[in-house]
């Protein structure tokens, strides 16, 4: 109880939505929270949900006309109770910094607010979370194969499968096949015919009736599938780089045949933003971030941090620059 914010995070917490803005932004989220729980929820509270409704609601018992920055920095010096209050008070705000930017975020805009949070992964959650999630001792199976997803990919894909309806998925890297198999199953499961093609240096011995799986080389990017393929499986797509081999080359090829709508997912990309930068910078404005998959499970729960993209249409990518939401 009471442990008071270490002062590193009091300094970095200084350039978070603040004050009014502050203000506004959490009565405003919060009446979007309450219609979404009676559309979407029956009435019935998450645990976030119930947790964002309390602190509110102890928030505003501090004078209206002061910033709660300063009614609670205040109130914590004075009682230790209010200890708590000030990181409830830094949680809301790192979440409704994100959330006043809109669905969709230029990579750019990612990684100029990754300052607040782990250096190396943008993520909120510390080292412990991110070693064990893939499954330690044990890796999740699909269709008896290890599949090399943490348990936040476990939850997002399906969700960003059944959102998109992709009539094609590209893999780029199968490992022992069973991303693939699931990425079928996934798309079966939506109801949607579509067909994972799938490469890697070593082909798969898994067989799956709604999975192709190649033998190639993302150092020669351009034969890594068969051009009919590129030129003519059907829209939209989702493409899947989870090789870690000649990213930038690739993302290249694929950029060449991506229609607006398709997704690119760029996984394990703490090591790969060298090659993103590049890539982002040769396409200005053309792919945007999805926060509504890079966020759900807390800022970049993925081991595609900051690299979900949305192909974008010309208009769009101009509204996501202006911060204006994308909801
Ligand atoms: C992280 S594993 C893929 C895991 C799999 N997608 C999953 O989620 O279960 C990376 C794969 O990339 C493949 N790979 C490495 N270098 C490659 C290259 N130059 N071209 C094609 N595949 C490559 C490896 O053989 C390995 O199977």
């Not at 997803?149 to 590209?170: G, Q, S, W």
């Amino acid at each position: 109880m009471g442990r008071p914010l270490p002062h590193d995070l009091i300094a970095q917490a200084s350039g978070l939505i603040a004050g009014d803005e502050l203000k506004k932004a959490a009565l405003d989220y919060s009446r979007a929270m309450r219609e979404k729980v009676e559309r979407d929820q029956g009435g019935l509270l998450s645990v976030f949900d119930g947790w964002f409704a309390r602190v509110v609601r102890r928030l505003t018992e501090f004078d209206a006309s002061r910033p709660w920055e300063e009614s609670v920095r205040e109130s914590a010096a004075q009682a230790q109770a209010y200890g708590d209050l000030q990181w409830d008070l830094l949680r809301l705000r790192l979440f409704l910094d994100r959330w006043r930017q809109g669905r969709f975020v230029t990579f750019a805009e990612r990684e100029r607010s990754q300052i607040h949070y782990h250096p190396r992964f943008g993520t909120e959650f510390g080292a412990d979370v991110l070693l064990t999630c893939q499954g330690a001792p044990s890796l999740m199976r699909w269709r008896g194969q290890p599949l090399m997803k943490n348990v936040f990919d476990f939850a997002m894909y399906p969700a960003l499968i059944a959102e998109l309806r992709p009539r094609t998925i590209f893999e780029i890297g199968s490992g022992l096949g069973a991303s693939a198999a699931w990425f079928a199953d996934h798309m079966a499961f939506a109801g949607v015919a579509g067909r994972v093609h799938s490469v890697d240096r070593v082909k798969p011995a898994l067989q799956h009736p709604l999975v192709s799986f190649y033998q190639g080389d993302c150092h020669a990017p351009e034969r890594l599938f068969d051009p009919d393929l590129f030129a003519f499986e059907p829209h939209p797509w989702l493409v899947v780089e989870d090789a870690h081999q000649n990213v930038g080359g690739v993302l290249e090829q694929f950029h060449k045949y991506l229609s607006p709508g398709d997704y690119l997912v760029v996984e394990d990309s703490d090591i790969k933003r060298p090659a993103l930068r590049g890539f982002l910078c040769a396409h200005p404005g053309d792919y945007l971030v999805d926060t509504r998959f890079a966020d759900n499970f807390g800022r970049n729960a993925t081991s595609a941090g900051d690299s979900i993209f949305v192909r974008t249409k010309a208009d769009e990518s101009v509204a996501a620059d202006d911060g204006r939401r994308g909801e």
